[in-house]
């Protein structure tokens, strides 16, 4: 029998047009792992158990006449709660908004997966307003790591992350601010891409600028390719957007890397320290590329770490979307989130003009390496998921998140596409992830090398062991 929590988006679109199986099926069995599983995990702030059949049962009726909706009819996802979903709250983690909506649109993304006939399991839990890496907030407590729920699932689209990585849904709507879809999949294993800024519309606009990208979660890169030809579609509300991709990604995945140029930057000159095991499985990645055609060295872009220009874009971000919240409802915020809210409401117009400046140069900079590199290959994270529940690792000299995710953050900055995608395990079982990063609008580029990875056998995790303990009927 069939695992159906198991499959792809594409598999289930495949099993469907064959008449293997049905959407309804699917659904039941998704809506089945996420209740069993979510207990454990806290990957859900709602399951829309009684929407979700009544969704599937129109799609299979679609596809009894042979006319889908679209390329995702059908298909179980989920929707990270910061974006807007018509019928449904969007809480974005906190006591200071209410149930009372009205919820009347859908953010561009969602809107493009219910154009497609999509079927919506349910909102993932996120931090507060999506501020920092790891997923844990004052309204919907902490997630969990689906190889170790006593481990963080990372963030901000932790929920997102852990219920790919569980079968509850092959695809998943993220955000990504400094890191927010790769730091989760690296620690759940899943991948995740951060496309070109703009590439996929964003409404209502972020706080947080033009740092905050739309993107996906899935499986594998070919799922990303086909969300991402979905989502990227042209939305009229966002006057940042870029224009439609000519053409879909999901054509552009076969080409392979060899002939490829790639610089591998294993700790970015020296200045991040990566643990050995980290660092060892994302050396074999890269050995697989070169394996593979593609012309690797080791070559660093050289910049200086651009965390303070990042903190003050970032900062101010949040307290602008705090402005108009009251005492009371400021009392009831994330003590991390207001303490970096103070912070960025002391920047000035000229501080953050300042970290302007900065991520210009960096930008400039990244450009330049991008003539002489197709790829820059790092890890996506410097060390495996930690405690759950905590900003920071215990015993770190950081204090805020950006000092252990050094590898994510400078390409929001610079709005390139980056993927994560898994390349082993460490000796306690969790997941490690690569990092592919290309310049701005080579998204292709960077799904067909990922794409290229799977392909080439590139470690398949095992299952997390919290499914063993979870069964799913067939």
């Given amino acids: 029998m069939t695992d159906l929590t198991a499959l792809t988006a594409a598999q289930l679109v495949a099993g469907y047009a064959a ?105 993932t839990t996120t931090p507060e307003f999506a501020w920092k890496g790891v997923t844990d907030s004052p309204r919907h407590g902490s997630t969990g790591n689906p190889y170790a729920p006593d481990r963080t699932a990372g963030g901000s689209s932790g929920g997102a992350a852990a219920a790919v990585a569980l079968g509850a849904g092959p695809l998943a709507l993220g955000t990504d601010g400094g890191g927010s879809v790769r730091i989760p999949a690296s620690f759940s294993g899943t991948f995740a891409l951060k496309p070109t800024y703009g590439r996929v519309p964003l409404y209502p606009a972020s706080a947080f600028g ?56 294993p700790d970015f000159g020296g200045r991040v320290a990566v643990e050995p095991q980290v660092a060892a499985a994302v050396r074999r990645a890269v050995e697989r590329l070169a394996e593979l055609g593609a012309r690797v060295e080791e070559a660093d872009p050289g910049f200086e ?14 307290a602008r979307v705090t402005q108009g919240l009251d005492e009371e409802q400021r009392a009831r915020l994330d003590p991390g989130l207001r303490e970096v809210i103070e912070q960025g409401a002391r920047s000035s117009a000229l501080d953050y003009l300042a970290a302007v400046d900065v991520r210009m140069a960096l930008g400039a900079r990244l450009g330049a390496f991008h003539q002489r590199y197709d790829l820059l290959v790092t890890p996506t994270m410097p060390d495996t998921a930690f405690e759950r529940g905590v900003e920071v690792p215990k015993g770190s000299p950081h204090t805020r998140w950006t000092g252990w995710t050094p590898f994510s953050y400078p390409f929001n900055l610079t709005q390139q596409p980056a993927a994560s995608l898994p390349c082993g395990l460490d000796d306690a079982g969790l997941p490690i992830g690569v990092q592919l990063v290309a310049a701005r609008h080579a998204d292709a580029l960077v799904l067909r090398a990922a794409h290229a990875l799977y392909g080439a056998g590139l470690p398949e995790l095992p299952p997390p062991p919290l499914l063993t303990e979870s069964p799913v009927r067939s």
């Fill in 305 to 318: 770490d651009p965390v303070e220009a990042f903190h003050v874009l970032w900062f101010s971000g949040a």
């Fill in 210 to 265: 033009t740092l905050a990208h739309v993107g996906p979660l899935t499986r594998d890169a070919a799922d990303a390719a086909l969300l991402l030809d979905v989502i990227g579609g042209a939305d009229p509300r966002d006057w940042s957007a870029l224009a439609p991709y000519p053409g879909n990604f999901r054509d552009q995945l076969a080409g392979g890397v060899a002939g490829l140029r790639i610089a591998y930057s």
């Fill in 19 to 123: 008449g293997d199986f049905s959407p309804v099926e699917a659904t039941r069995a998704a809506l089945e792992r996420a209740e069993a599983v979510d207990p454990r995990v806290n990957a859900f702030v709602r399951i829309y158990g009684d929407t979700a059949l009544e969704a599937a049962r129109a799609s299979a009726e679609r596809w009894r006449r042979g006319a889908p909706a679209g390329l995702v009819d059908g298909v179980p996802v989920t929707v990270k709660d910061i974006l807007l979903q018509r019928g449904a709250p969007t809480y974005k983690g906190s006591w200071t908004i209410s149930d009372a909506g009205p919820w009347e649109e859908d953010a561009p993304s969602v809107a493009r997966l219910r154009e497609h006939g999509a079927v919506f399991l349910g909102k």
